[in-house]
């Protein structure tokens, strides 16, 4: 997988992660194993699976001006992914947020995306005290 992170995104690296590659990498294997050409049911683009709305919030918060045609394009969409993981406070927080909105802790229906993001971490012994 290419990663391609670059000085210029805010992060902030949560003491739990192994890396964010590790975090990154889970979300695309449960999102989309991993295509970037995947187009969900409800229109999601990208190995992360991003959503119109999510992509339009990016653009008007960051000043870009990215179309939901360009989230093939791994490192744009990893570039979306990494503004909203540097914007939590957990793994988890991290991974319920992204599949369930900015309110995705309060949401019972983002447990189960968690589950499945902790299992993936587990499978590639990459959760630390998790």
Request: net charge positive; proline share 2%; aromatic share 10%.
């Amino acid at each position: 997988m290419d990663i391609c992170l670059s000085d210029s995104i805010p992060i902030s690296i949560h003491p739990e992660w192994t890396t964010v590659y590790d975090l990154a990498e889970s979300i695309i294997y449960v999102e989309s194993r991993g295509n970037d050409y995947a187009i969900g049911a409800l229109k999601e683009r990208g190995a992360y699976q991003i959503r119109h709305i999510r992509l339009t919030d990016f653009n008007q918060r960051t000043g870009k001006r990215y179309k939901i045609e360009e989230l093939v394009d791994r490192c744009k969409s990893e570039e979306i992914f990494m503004y909203y993981a540097g914007r939590t406070s957990s793994l988890e927080e991290i991974s319920r947020c992204w599949n369930a909105g900015p309110n995705g802790m309060n949401k019972k229906s983002s447990q189960k995306y968690w589950k499945l993001v902790k299992e993936r971490l587990s499978c590639s012994g990459k959760l630390n005290n998790y």
